[in-house]
């Protein structure tokens, strides 16, 4: 199958989640300009115009914005949940201001990966109560991953290329996605003003009253679509209703891919063609076999929302320029 970016609406398009995979084990000066270079070629060849990088600790997303100003924005570290205790940091409104004066716009990608309880920091709990009052305070916006799909809790509905990253949460004492969102909300309601996404669609996609109700009672927060492709097809089996909450919320949803967890341009750009085939027609269509192993090839289709312009041009871009700059 070939994938044809040219059939898609010429929006400005910026992806808001992709990580630097070159980068995840060692940085060096040629493995940044090879990251760079791959990331380029996947801007070109798919017709986006650019990117929210982060990677885990390294100053890399900073190098290819001051290299690439109008291709790439920096995403910060901040620890994840299960990290903590490497982080002892005690003054967050320096942290915060110290990422700001260096160029970074933003943190991302952070937040709750699901741990052991014992290894779990709360993100409504002390360590983190200065990080959000500084992210508030500073309008620094956030990327924040809550979580995992629903199914990594159940063994007999775990994949097995999730159980082969431990992603199953079914074998040991783990914190319940509902207490996850928990401590989301007490985080939202306790900080109004912060500018936070949540990463895949906050894995709400099975419910669409859940998450209709989540945005209307936190109006600061927004959801990004970087795949699983559980979403699609979660969104495909309530179509109708799911397209009428695309264009109800289409000031709230940001265009995403993940890239990073795919490591090849096919697998990049196939998870680029995949959502905006989703957002942009009305087919009815399959995961692509340029995809990742991560991505599910179901039996049933995918459904495309078929969104209107005035809502794609929010999605893919309006969004984004809000929050981040």
Request: aromatic share 14%; charged share 25%.
């Amino acid at each position: 199958m070939v994938l044809y970016f040219s059939k898609f609406k010429k929006h400005t398009v910026i992806d808001c989640h992709v990580h630097l995979w070159m980068l995840r084990n060692t940085v060096t000066p040629i493995l940044i300009q090879q990251q760079e270079t791959a990331l380029h070629e996947t801007i070109k060849e798919s017709g986006i115009q650019a990117m929210y990088t982060f990677s885990r600790g390294d100053q890399t997303p900073l190098t290819l914005k001051q290299h690439n100003p109008d291709r790439f924005y920096a995403g910060a570290y901040a620890p994840w949940s299960g990290d903590t205790h490497r982080f002892k940091i005690t003054d967050w409104d320096k942290y915060i201001t110290d990422l700001k004066q260096r160029g970074y716009d933003g943190i991302g990608e952070m937040g709750s990966k699901t741990v052991p309880r014992n290894r779990h920091t709360p993100l409504d709990g002390p360590y983190y109560a200065g990080f959000w009052d500084a992210c508030e305070t500073h309008e620094f916006p956030v990327l924040c991953h809550i979580g995992d799909v629903e199914d990594f809790w159940h063994e007999e509905t775990t994949p097995q290329w999730a159980k082969d990253r431990n992603w199953g949460y079914y074998n040991g004492d783990y914190p319940t996605l509902q207490e996850l969102y928990k401590e989301t909300e007490n985080v939202l309601a306790t900080h109004p003003d912060l500018k936070i996404t949540f990463c895949h669609f906050l894995f709400m996609s099975p419910d669409i009253q859940q998450a209709d109700q989540f945005l209307s009672d936190y109006p600061n927060a927004n959801l990004d679509l970087s795949l699983g492709v559980e979403l699609m097809y979660n969104i495909s089996r309530n179509h109708e209703a799911y397209r009428e909450f695309f264009i109800k919320h289409d000031d709230r949803i940001l265009f995403g891919t993940d890239i990073g967890m795919s490591t090849t341009q096919p697998e990049h750009l196939a998870r680029i063609w995949l959502i905006r085939n989703f957002l942009e027609t009305d087919e009815q269509f399959h995961t692509v076999p340029e995809a990742d192993e991560l991505l599910t090839h179901y039996e049933q289709p995918y459904h495309g929302l078929n969104l209107p312009s005035s809502s794609l041009e929010k999605i893919y871009a309006t969004n984004f320029k809000r929050l981040w700059c």
